[in-house]
């Protein structure tokens, strides 16, 4: 007789999926919404990448992309919100996996999309903090004359992911407030932004140029190939609303604010970056003096060239502090990703990765693996110039088929899915299914090469950095995890005091 997990309090229904109650449980449907919207952060990923989206593709493509890719995001989004409802636990992605899996493949399926969610997560940590110093490089040279350049960068890149790494260790109850309060920031910083890029120019371009003009300047001949590239940069802003999967055991009413949070923070992204993107676009004054901005960063340009040096400047120090925010948030659910699979035995030294902190009840060795992580991949930009867009790339395809393959188990499940409290009804098999095609396409289009001629400074890495953990996982498989992941009587015999049950519930 299924479980009725309507009417079971939070900490039961972590129980009944194998769980026991250790993380603070202290965060509101709101709070949990903040989380991912910060994650998201349209100040973050579509500011940051707004460069490549002006190479590769150009006005037409960074709106119309946004507003397809919305759409596309939104079915992936509302598919995993249903299987969230019925399993709110941290492990999130890889959990259901296991549960929707068939038994003797369970392990497995859980196995490897872990590990693609831990790839895209550790990636989204680095593009978005390695676009926060990306602008801060930006304003520092402008202000101060520290040049921008690639060593500066990263020097810069490293103090954000330590800075974010102390704040999750030691500021816990602050996460959680300037998690709230990034979401306001974000919605008023864009209002600002626009309202300042509407009406303090002396021009505007027209109509046509926003939303019709085509520019490739990416090498390749074929515009349809440089069209359907140009999509990175709405779907790597779309990324990890996962986060309220992950934080729903700390999260109050898990089994529906945990479904609406993921679903609320894609369509308020969604709206509120299409203003962003039509005001930012349509306040362009020298599209090539953008592009060649010595900054580095074109959107910087565009903000002086539109309202002035000194308003500039204040806008830029804007999209800073909304960076700022959502590299903050997105070690937090990194952390939670990474505590959640290494307690139950999936990573090297997992002992030390799934220790909670006594104090503050929280992952803090997570953390600082997250951060770790983050800074290995984007320190390849010392040699490659296209690395920040690989790193994008690789976010994406390790997120999203994390995201799909419990999409795809729960359709091969048909009826016999158990549904949460929030569900799709009889439209879930119609979206799910437009999901796992969307999914299926972005994963191959992102591993192509972005830019022609391909040489070793502009080849796109995300191929190998995903065949590379790919590899990894698929050996450690084989040679050992699959005698033993998620296999109650393997795991206590393994790990000894970090898995005592199926799906681990952790030491006190």
């Known amino acids: 007789m299924p479980l009725d997990v309507s009417a079971t309090s939070d900490e039961e229904r972590l129980r009944q999926l194998g769980y026991t109650q250790v993380l603070a449980r202290r965060m509101s449907g709101f709070s949990n919404f903040a989380v991912s919207f910060t994650i998201i952060s349209i100040l973050a990923g579509c500011l940051t990448l707004y460069g490549f989206g002006m190479n590769t593709g150009g006005p037409a493509m960074i709106i119309w992309g946004w507003v397809a890719v919305g759409l596309m995001t939104l079915f992936v989004g509302l598919a995993m919100a249903e299987v969230c409802s019925s399993y709110p636990t941290s492990a999130g992605l890889y959990f259901w996996a296991h549960k929707l899996a068939p038994p003797r493949t369970a392990a497995a399926w859980a196995w490897f999309t872990g590990w693609f969610n831990v790839l895209g997560q550790v990636a989204v940590t680095a593009g978005v903090d390695f676009g926060a110093a990306s602008f801060l490089n930006a304003y520092l040279d402008l202000q101060f004359g520290f040049a921008a350049t690639s060593v500066h960068t990263v020097i810069l890149f490293a103090a954000i992911l330590a800075l974010h790494g102390l704040i999750n260790t030691f500021g816990v109850r602050l996460v959680a407030f300037l998690n709230s309060f990034s979401v306001w920031w974000h919605i008023v910083g864009v209002l600002v932004i626009v309202g300042a890029l509407a009406f303090l120019p002396e021009r505007h371009q027209s109509a046509h140029f926003v939303f019709g003009t085509f520019v490739n300047n990416t090498g390749w001949h074929s515009t349809f190939y440089v069209g359907m590239l140009s999509l990175l940069m709405a779907q790597y802003t779309f990324t990890g609303y996962d986060a309220s ?241 998620l296999n109650p009587t393997m795991s206590r015999r393994r790990a000894r005091h970090a898995i005592r049950v199926p799906m681990g519930s952790v030491d006190r």
């Open 245 to 485: 999967a992950h934080m729903t055991e700390e999260t109050n009413n898990a089994a529906v604010a945990g479904p609406r949070g993921i679903i609320r923070s894609i369509w308020v992204s969604w709206v509120v970056g299409f203003v962003l993107l039509v005001g930012l676009t349509f306040a362009i004054q020298d599209y090539d003096a953008a592009l060649s901005s010595s900054t580095g960063v074109p959107p910087a340009q565009i903000f002086m060239d539109a309202v002035g040096v000194a308003g500039g400047k204040m806008l830029l120090l804007i999209a800073i502090g909304a960076q700022l925010f959502c590299g903050m948030a997105s070690v937090t659910a990194n952390s939670r990703m990474i505590y959640a699979f290494s307690r139950d035995g999936a990573l090297p030294f997992s002992h030390i990765w799934h220790r909670i902190n006594p104090n503050t009840r929280t992952p803090t060795n997570a953390v600082w693996l997250a951060a770790l992580g983050a800074l290995a991949l984007g320190l390849p930009y010392l040699i490659n110039v296209t690395a920040y867009a690989a790193v994008t790339s690789i976010a994406v395809i390790g997120l999203y088929i994390a995201y799909v393959i419990p999409t795809y188990l729960r359709l091969r499940r048909g009826h016999d899915f158990e549904r949460g409290p929030w569900h799709l009804g009889r439209a879930s098999r119609l979206v799910g299914t437009i999901a796992v095609i969307w999914v299926c396409f972005i994963t191959g289009l992102f591993m192509m090469p972005q830019v022609s001629p391909v040489t070793m400074e502009t080849f796109n890495y995300a191929p190998i950095a995903v065949l590379v953990v790919l590899g990894f996982a698929a050996c450690w498989w084989l040679a050992s995890a699959r005698t033993w992941f």
